[in-house]
């Protein structure tokens, strides 16, 4: 596709469950950004991937917190045991990554909700 | 890592009036500055950007300087008409390897 694709665009889930959210970057991105945005709130840093380095993981705010990409392209954000306050949208950014900080293109985001 | 700070958390002008909104940033190192726009239900978009060895960028109606000095940058939109109110984020990034770190967004609403 031409742009950043998240799946799924609302997820329901119940406290304690595990959900698994996906970004696809655009194709030929090295970077992938992974934010949180709570209701009215701003772009909370999550995780950074970057080519084949070791990823920022600098943002995430637990242990229930984990994110992977495989192959230097889709990635996961898992959330295990989930919570009330997990409650966001959680949007995934690509750029090109190639050292001219260059243009974030952002998904349409995952509206989780967690009853 | 990088801390972004935002000013003012909401803005209310006037349309035709200009919109100033501030930033500042810790890490000196910085070198990368973009503005995005997210209107409400919609993605962040990028407005405009600018580089740690230029002082000002100018694209129509919005322009940005930056004081590298004092670790500050600024969005300023002349003219403003409705379709401008939307949620502004500023964000500064350290050199090739890091994370873009955003301010929380500064709500601008023009009124008719």
């Known amino acids: 596709g031409a742009g950043v694709s998240q799946s799924p665009s609302n997820k329901v889930t119940e406290k304690g469950k595990d959900v698994e959210l996906r970004c696809d970057p655009i194709?030929?991105?090295?970077?992938l950004y992974w934010y949180r945005q709570s209701l009215g709130q701003g772009l909370e840093f999550l995780i950074y991937?970057?080519?084949?380095?070791?990823p920022d993981k600098s943002g995430l705010p637990s242990d229930r917190f984990s994110a992977e990409r495989t192959g230097g392209s889709v990635s996961t954000l898992t959330i295990q045991r989930t919570q009330q306050e997990d409650s966001a949208v959680y949007l995934c950014?690509?750029?090109w990554g190639d050292g001219l900080n260059t243009e974030a293109f952002f998904g349409q985001g995952t509206r989780l909700t967690v009853v | 890592g990088e801390n972004v700070e935002q000013h003012p958390s909401t803005l209310s002008v006037q349309e035709g009036d200009s919109a100033v909104i501030k930033c500042t940033y810790s890490?000196?190192?910085?070198?990368?500055f973009p503005w995005y726009k997210q209107e409400l239900g919609k993605r962040p978009q990028l407005i405009i950007d600018?580089?740690?060895?230029?002082g000002e960028k100018k694209d129509q109606r919005i322009a940005v300087t930056l004081n590298k000095t004092a670790k500050h940058f600024s969005l300023h939109i002349t003219e403003t008409q409705p379709e401008d109110s939307a949620v502004y984020f500023c964000?500064?990034?350290?050199?090739?390897?890091?994370?873009?770190?955003f301010g929380k967004g500064t709500s601008l609403l023009v009124t008719p």
């Open positions: 950014a690509s750029s």
């Open positions: 890490d000196s190192a910085s070198n990368y």
């Open positions: 600018i580089r740690s060895n230029v």
């Open positions: 964000a500064a990034s350290l050199p090739t390897g890091y994370a873009l770190n």
């Open positions: 194709s030929g991105h090295t970077a």
């Open positions: 991937f970057q080519g084949n380095s070791a």
